[in-house]
């Protein structure tokens, strides 16, 4: 802080909400700040909407809450976005591996710090559709749900213990619990640009960079994660969009 400081002045500098300036400095009313104190200031940046994204699933794609993004949007019921609209992403955000995965060409990834692990390239497609990584009864499906939520693939109810196995030919590029709320989450790269995803696994059977075939064992089904009950939840996504499995899946 400089003399003439006033915190006002200091979002429209420094490019960030006034309200994300108070909350991360935990300031409280009146707000009077001292020459010399130190302020952190997270820088906010934008996301251009992209055909079939929503308001959910770019908020998990930067990590962030939900009803952050939708405030500091102003984002009314139904929460609806249009294509091409300019969102301010709260804080910076950082895109989680889940969008990283389905759009970065890079050949190497950290799965762990100080660990990097090469990224083979996916082996070819074994035909047009992806196969069922488990059999079971869908409890959820694709689309919008009640509080401006989207589900962004389908869960599947399964026994414990089931086999979950690889929709299609490809190499794992994420397998950790990192991701707050997917418990043990598997991410596979598949040549064309695709990518398919099973979280709440009670186990991991691959490890990152691994490549791993069509009808593999690739996991052993759970409850980790944000849910209760046994259960795989699936994505495809083609490049940043998510898409309905159900359309793909033979």
Same mark, same amino acid.
């Given at each position: 802080?400089?003399?003439?400081?006033?915190?006002?002045?200091?979002?429209?500098?420094?490019?960030?909400?006034? !309200?994300?300036?108070?909350?991360?400095?935990?300031?409280?009313?009146?707000?009077?700040?001292?020459?010399?104190?130190?302020?952190?200031?997270?820088?906010?940046?934008?996301?251009?909407?992209?055909?079939? *994204?929503?308001?959910?699933?770019?908020?998990?794609?930067?990590?962030?809450?939900?009803?952050?993004?939708?405030? &500091?949007?102003?984002?009314?019921?139904? /929460?609806?976005?249009?294509?091409?609209?300019?969102?301010?992403?709260?804080?910076?955000?950082?895109?989680?591996?889940?969008?990283?995965?389905? +759009?970065?060409? #890079?050949?190497?990834?950290?799965?762990?710090?100080?660990?990097?692990?090469?990224?083979?390239?996916?082996?070819?497609?074994?035909? +047009?559709?992806?196969?069922?990584?488990?059999?079971?009864?869908?409890?959820?499906?694709?689309?919008?749900?009640?509080?401006?939520?989207?589900?962004?693939? &389908?869960?599947?109810?399964?026994?414990?213990?089931?086999?979950?196995?690889?929709? *299609?030919?490809?190499?794992?590029?994420?397998?950790?619990?990192?991701?707050?709320? /997917?418990?043990?989450?598997?991410?596979?790269?598949?040549?064309?640009?695709?990518?398919t995803a099973y979280?709440?696994?009670?186990r991991l059977l691959?490890?990152?960079?691994?490549?791993?075939?069509?009808? !593999? &064992?690739?996991?052993?089904?759970?409850?980790?994660?944000?849910?209760?009950?046994p259960q795989l939840?699936? *994505?495809?996504?083609?490049?940043? #969009?998510?898409?309905?499995?159900?359309?793909?899946? +033979?």
């Amino acid at each position: 802080m400089q003399k003439g400081d006033t915190l006002y002045a200091i979002s429209r500098r420094e490019g960030v909400g006034l !309200q994300d300036l108070v909350q991360a400095n935990k300031l409280r009313p009146p707000y009077a700040l001292a020459i010399g104190q130190k302020l952190v200031v997270h820088t906010s940046s934008y996301h251009t909407v992209r055909r079939g *994204e929503t308001s959910y699933g770019i908020s998990r794609q930067y990590g962030i809450n939900l009803s952050d993004l939708i405030r &500091v949007n102003n984002i009314r019921k139904p /929460y609806t976005l249009s294509v091409g609209q300019k969102l301010r992403i709260p804080g910076g955000g950082v895109q989680s591996a889940s969008n990283t995965a389905a +759009s970065q060409p #890079r050949t190497t990834a950290k799965q762990a710090p100080g660990r990097t692990v090469a990224i083979p390239t996916p082996p070819p497609r074994t035909g +047009s559709g992806f196969a069922w990584p488990v059999k079971g009864t869908i409890s959820s499906r694709f689309g919008p749900k009640e509080g401006g939520l989207h589900n962004d693939g &389908v869960n599947i109810l399964v026994k414990r213990g089931t086999a979950v196995k690889a929709a *299609e030919s490809g190499v794992v590029v994420y397998a950790s619990n990192a991701l707050e709320g /997917y418990g043990n989450l598997l991410l596979v790269r598949h040549a064309g640009g695709w990518v398919t995803a099973y979280a709440h696994n009670e186990r991991l059977l691959v490890r990152h960079g691994q490549k791993v075939t069509k009808g !593999q &064992v690739i996991a052993r089904a759970g409850s980790t994660g944000g849910v209760a009950t046994p259960q795989l939840h699936f *994505e495809i996504r083609k490049g940043r #969009r998510a898409l309905d499995p159900l359309r793909y899946l +033979s």
